[in-house]
């Protein structure tokens, strides 16, 4: 079964073709950060317009790449939500006029689920049961996965999420946006250690987080320190440290208390380096292992809707929407995926 996929919840506007056989036969990708840098933030209606002129000619192009026609397509799947709304109508519109012209099946696929299921395009995969960190620019959860659709959810953010923190310190630190790639660049120069900042909710007792905290502590700490480029790099770095910190104990202690021995990291912050040799190291102390999608599929991608979408299909051939009609669901809770969230602990 060949699948394609439709990504435009965001800013990125990708697309990709996944056969259930083969594997991923190629992706694209156009993201319009350029475009939303001069206002600091994703514009919305910018954001929507942007899809719109990128969705056909980059599905041209995977389409020549591959030799593939679009009659050889056999379902389309498309993000449905969580995002913002306009954007996801582009893409949902644009698969749904597909499906009704090719007389193919669409799917409406949960954005996060897309994440969560994103390593196991990558070899060696993760094998069901695992522990899943999503950390994204909208959403911090630790989840317990069973399978394509049986997640549980054990913590997540009372309120900023990890890439959020990430981008709002970078703008106080006047880097430019997004800011979570230019604040861990300018984190790798810093002298660890110069500052400390507190290490959120480490203690609750709990799953959760709260990111929302360290970006007043970051405020109060530039106001007292040096306005020179070493100081900012220093407070770069105890952001990145506390923040990564914080990030590493909350998923072991997941992985402790469910007695499972692998952890899956998706999500835009997934990207992180010293996230990345932090977890790794737990791993070897600890004695799980650690997965990660590649780091294109970090971001937002098509991949990893296709792949998503071709899982629900393989799962349960019918579509879930009539032909021609579509819905977006820019705010959706991924528990409720399918309505059947899994027992409690
Ligand atoms: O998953 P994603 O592409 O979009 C959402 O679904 O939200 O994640 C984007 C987020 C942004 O907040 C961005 O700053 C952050 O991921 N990010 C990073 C890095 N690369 C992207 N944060 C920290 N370090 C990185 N290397
Ligand atoms: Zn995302």
Redesign the pocket.
């Known amino acids: 079964m060949l699948v394609l996929g439709v990504e435009t919840s965001?800013d990125e506007t990708g697309v990709a073709l996944y056969d259930t056989d083969a594997g991923l036969l190629a992706h694209s990708l156009y993201s319009q950060v350029a475009m939303h840098a001069e206002y600091g933030g994703v514009v919305p209606e910018l954001a929507s317009r942007d899809h719109i002129r990128r969705l056909l000619p980059l599905t041209r192009d995977i389409l020549a790449r591959t030799a593939c026609r679009l009659e050889d397509i056999d379902a389309i799947a498309y993000t449905r939500g969580p995002g913002l709304a306009g954007a996801l109508l582009v893409g949902a519109s644009v698969a749904s006029a597909l499906g009704m012209s090719l007389g193919r099946p669409t799917i409406g696929v949960h954005?996060l689920e897309g994440?969560l299921l994103s390593p196991l395009l990558s070899v060696p995969a993760p094998r069901f049961p695992f522990i899943a960190l999503l950390v994204?620019?909208?959403h911090t959860q630790i989840m317990e996965v069973h399978g394509v659709g049986r997640y549980r959810l054990l913590g997540e953010t009372l309120d900023d999420a990890a890439?959020?923190a990430?981008?709002k310190t970078a703008k106080l630190l006047g880097l430019g946006y997004?800011?979570?790639?230019a604040l861990?660049q300018l984190a790798e120069t810093g002298e660890a250690g110069r500052f400390t900042l507190p290490r959120p909710m480490l203690k609750s007792g709990d799953l959760n987080f709260s990111f929302s905290g360290l970006k007043t502590a970051v405020l109060t700490l530039l106001n007292k320190s040096p306005r020179d480029d070493p100081a900012r790099a220093a407070v770069a770095r105890a952001f990145q440290d506390a923040i990564v910190e914080v990030l590493v104990e909350k998923s072991a202690t997941a992985l402790e208390e469910t007695g499972l021995r692998q952890l899956v990291v998706a999500?835009?912050?997934g990207?992180?380096r010293q996230l990345r040799e932090r977890l790794s190291k737990e791993a070897v102390r600890s004695g799980f292992q650690v997965f990660y999608p590649r780091l294109e599929f970090c971001?937002?991608n098509g991949a990893m809707i296709a792949f998503a979408g071709a899982m629900r299909l393989k799962q349960r051939p019918i579509p879930d929407s009539s032909p021609g009609a579509f819905t977006v669901r820019p705010r959706w809770h991924l528990e409720e995926r399918d309505g059947t969230p899994l027992p409690a602990a």
Do not use: I, K, L, Y
């Not at 997004?178 to 790639?181: A, E, H, Q, R, V």
């Open positions: 965001c954005h994440h994204s620019g909208g890439g959020e990430f981008d997004p800011g979570g790639p861990s999500g835009g912050v990207a992180n971001t937002d």
